[in-house]
């Protein structure tokens, strides 16, 4: 057992280090950057537009309120949804290990990717909605696969690579699914959860042991009970996943974001310090940071958008599947709610976990120096620097109690993305490979809760970046068609153009279906 885990941290490692530092990172913000120069600085400068149509919206019945339609999911769910399986682990462990492995510096290169990674997400929701097309039980079904064969594939002597592409992308969202979505995020879980509420009778009890790592009854049982709960909301399908996610994520992130809110306001005098350790150590090789000696530039950018995007999943193309089940009519009305997507989970989420452990004094500005070796961890004891009164320390309950939530939900939300993958690679045979697929899906959750921290958060990120690069491949050949189909709706719905026939979707029977639904619902 001991060498096959070597054997695969080795042959990982290998391919990790290619996909993200010779490829990955700077196709990632070229990406961003080509998305947001072609569309104008659309984040910016309709940033009053976007705002109004996702977070203003809310109470909107036509955003909020369900759909009569089993075969789709309302907006507001939609987002919800795509958050559940964006706001997760990443959002608290992921930065932490950011901080840790990059410097405060890395956090700034988690803004860098996220302000890019909001046009990267928008063109991805655009395009999954233009492409969308009915399955075999009359439910949308939409993604980086579908863009990839009939947009790319459309292009003259394109058919086969874009198929081909379609594929490796398929694949590899499948492979990601058990790493980022599942494994990952369930070994947090295990490893906070039973580091908080330890229970000696429980955690003394070793199983098997190797190099120091002991699996223990505790971890086994928490692991079987994740299996139970998952396995039960994942039988209801996309309909109870939405339901339940539109009822946790509002809650469960305004709790965390006001939870951090109290640790940096408690920590006032050190938010200047803060700010100043993130941009000044963003730009430099910070070789005397003692607690990361030899950090190079390149590590600093690395680890800030690898951790940037395992968080907020822009350019992955894995958002794209559940958007897509959205019961919008028109594409960009979905790529907004995709720019709010990064901008909530990043730019809100992540910098709060980023300031909570730079004010608190968990890390060392100066030295590097951290109270802990675990990137788990260190939120827990962030939280401890103002929520622990004796004996009970509150913030680690939180904090175990939170990413319970983050992770578990981020769990649900890539089952559906994996499901989906796999019922582009299976076809006619869909129905039946779906449903062996979750069982295996299921299953894989007691793997992540008896790995290794450093094994299961290194094959996410190799997951991650393998299925990244054939969905930007297949954003940049269709950066024209983002263009064309931003300025129609910018024309009709911004600039109010009368006479300018809308842009809704690749398939024509689609395209007049849609557009005769708006004239009939004056949907705006």
Same mark, same amino acid.
């Given at each position: 057992?001991?060498s096959?885990?070597?054997?695969?941290?080795?042959?990982?490692? &290998?391919?990790?280090?290619?996909?993200? /530092?010779? &490829?990955?990172?700077? !196709?990632?913000i070229?990406?961003?950057?080509?998305?947001?120069?072609?569309?104008?600085?659309?984040? %910016?400068?309709?940033?009053?537009?976007?705002?109004?149509?996702?977070?203003?919206s809310?109470?909107?019945?036509?955003?909020?309120?369900?759909?009569?339609?089993?075969?789709?999911?309302?907006?507001?769910?939609?987002?919800?949804?795509?958050?559940?399986?964006?706001?997760g682990?990443g959002?608290?462990a992921?930065?932490?290990?950011?901080?840790?492995?990059?410097?405060?510096?890395?956090?700034?290169?988690m803004?860098?990717?996220?302000?890019f990674?909001?046009?990267?997400?928008?063109? *991805?929701?655009?395009?999954?909605?233009?492409?969308?097309?009915?399955?075999?039980?009359?439910?949308?079904?939409?993604?980086?696969?579908?863009?990839?064969?009939?947009?790319?594939?459309?292009?003259?002597?394109?058919?086969?690579?874009?198929?081909v592409?379609?594929?490796?992308f398929?694949?590899?969202?499948?492979l990601?699914?058990?790493?980022?979505?599942?494994?990952?995020?369930?070994?947090?879980?295990?490893?906070?959860?039973?580091?908080?509420?330890?229970i000696?009778?429980?955690?003394?009890?070793?199983l098997?042991?190797?190099?120091g790592?002991?699996?223990?009854?505790?971890?086994?049982?928490?692991?079987?009970i994740l299996?139970?709960?998952?396995?039960?909301?994942?039988i209801?399908?996309?309909?109870?996943?939405?339901?339940?996610?539109?009822?946790?994520?509002?809650?469960?992130?305004?709790?965390?974001?006001?939870?951090?809110?109290?640790? %940096?306001?408690?920590?006032?005098?050190?938010?200047?310090?803060?700010?100043?350790?993130?941009?000044?150590?963003?730009?430099?090789?910070?070789?005397?940071?003692?607690?990361?000696?030899?950090? /190079?530039?390149?590590?600093?950018?690395?680890?800030?958008?690898?951790?940037? &995007?395992?968080?907020? *999943?822009?350019?992955?193309?894995?958002?794209?599947?559940?958007?897509?089940?959205s019961n919008?009519?028109?594409?960009?009305?979905?790529?907004?709610?995709?720019?709010?997507?990064?901008?909530?989970?990043?730019?809100?989420?992540?910098?709060? /976990?980023?300031?909570? %452990?730079? /004010?608190?004094?968990?890390?060392?500005?100066?030295?590097? &120096? =951290?109270?802990?070796?675990?990137?788990?961890? !260190?939120?827990?004891?962030?939280?401890?620097?103002?929520?622990?009164?004796?004996?009970?320390?509150?913030?680690?309950?939180?904090?175990?109690?939170?990413i319970?939530?983050?992770?578990?939900?981020?769990?649900?939300?890539?089952s559906h993305?994996?499901?989906?993958?796999?019922e582009? !690679?299976a076809?006619?045979?869909?129905?039946?490979?779906?449903?062996?697929?979750?069982?295996?899906?299921?299953?894989?959750?007691?793997?992540?809760?008896?790995?290794? =921290?450093?094994?299961?958060?290194?094959?996410?990120?190799?997951?991650?970046?393998?299925?990244?690069?054939?969905?930007?491949i297949?954003?940049?050949?269709?950066?024209?068609?983002?263009?064309?189909?931003?300025?129609?709706?910018?024309?009709?719905?911004?600039?109010?153009?009368?006479?300018v026939?809308?842009?809704? =979707?690749?398939f024509?029977?689609i395209?007049? *279906?849609?557009?005769?639904? %708006?004239?009939?619902t004056?949907e705006?």
């Amino acid at each position: 057992m001991n060498s096959f885990f070597d054997n695969l941290a080795k042959y990982n490692d &290998v391919i990790n280090s290619f996909v993200w /530092t010779k &490829v990955g990172v700077w !196709l990632l913000i070229a990406t961003g950057i080509l998305m947001t120069v072609l569309t104008k600085g659309f984040q %910016i400068t309709h940033l009053r537009h976007w705002m109004k149509k996702t977070i203003g919206s809310m109470f909107d019945n036509k955003v909020k309120g369900h759909t009569d339609d089993k075969a789709s999911i309302s907006q507001f769910q939609a987002l919800c949804t795509a958050l559940a399986a964006t706001v997760g682990v990443g959002n608290i462990a992921g930065v932490a290990a950011a901080i840790m492995s990059g410097g405060p510096g890395a956090v700034f290169w988690m803004w860098v990717a996220a302000f890019f990674g909001m046009m990267t997400n928008y063109s *991805e929701n655009i395009l999954g909605i233009y492409f969308r097309r009915k399955n075999h039980n009359d439910e949308w079904s939409g993604g980086a696969m579908y863009y990839l064969e009939d947009g790319l594939g459309g292009y003259k002597n394109m058919k086969g690579i874009g198929k081909v592409l379609a594929v490796i992308f398929a694949i590899c969202a499948m492979l990601a699914s058990f790493g980022i979505g599942n494994m990952g995020q369930v070994n947090k879980i295990v490893i906070n959860f039973t580091s908080a509420f330890n229970i000696p009778s429980l955690s003394e009890k070793v199983l098997y042991s190797s190099n120091g790592n002991d699996i223990t009854l505790y971890m086994l049982l928490v692991g079987v009970i994740l299996m139970v709960v998952v396995g039960f909301v994942i039988i209801g399908g996309l309909q109870r996943i939405a339901s339940f996610a539109e009822r946790i994520i509002p809650f469960m992130v305004v709790a965390y974001v006001i939870g951090s809110l109290i640790i %940096i306001f408690g920590n006032v005098t050190a938010i200047g310090h803060a700010f100043a350790a993130i941009f000044s150590m963003a730009f430099t090789r910070q070789a005397a940071w003692g607690g990361a000696a030899g950090i /190079t530039f390149k590590t600093v950018v690395t680890m800030g958008c690898k951790r940037g &995007v395992f968080s907020n *999943e822009a350019g992955l193309g894995s958002s794209v599947m559940v958007h897509s089940n959205s019961n919008v009519l028109e594409p960009v009305k979905q790529g907004l709610w995709g720019i709010f997507e990064v901008f909530a989970d990043t730019i809100v989420v992540c910098t709060m /976990t980023a300031l909570t %452990i730079l /004010t608190s004094g968990v890390i060392d500005l100066n030295t590097g &120096v =951290s109270v802990t070796d675990s990137d788990s961890t !260190l939120v827990a004891e962030a939280f401890n620097t103002i929520f622990k009164f004796g004996k009970f320390e509150f913030g680690r309950y939180f904090i175990a109690l939170a990413i319970l939530l983050f992770a578990f939900t981020t769990i649900l939300g890539w089952s559906h993305y994996g499901a989906k993958a796999v019922e582009y !690679l299976a076809g006619s045979k869909a129905p039946v490979v779906t449903k062996v697929y979750k069982v295996i899906y299921v299953l894989m959750i007691l793997s992540g809760a008896l790995m290794t =921290s450093s094994i299961a958060w290194d094959i996410s990120d190799t997951f991650n970046g393998m299925m990244m690069l054939p969905n930007l491949i297949g954003v940049i050949s269709l950066s024209p068609l983002v263009m064309k189909l931003t300025k129609n709706y910018v024309d009709r719905r911004i600039k109010n153009k009368e006479n300018v026939k809308p842009m809704l =979707s690749h398939f024509p029977e689609i395209e007049e *279906e849609n557009a005769k639904k %708006i004239l009939e619902t004056g949907e705006d």
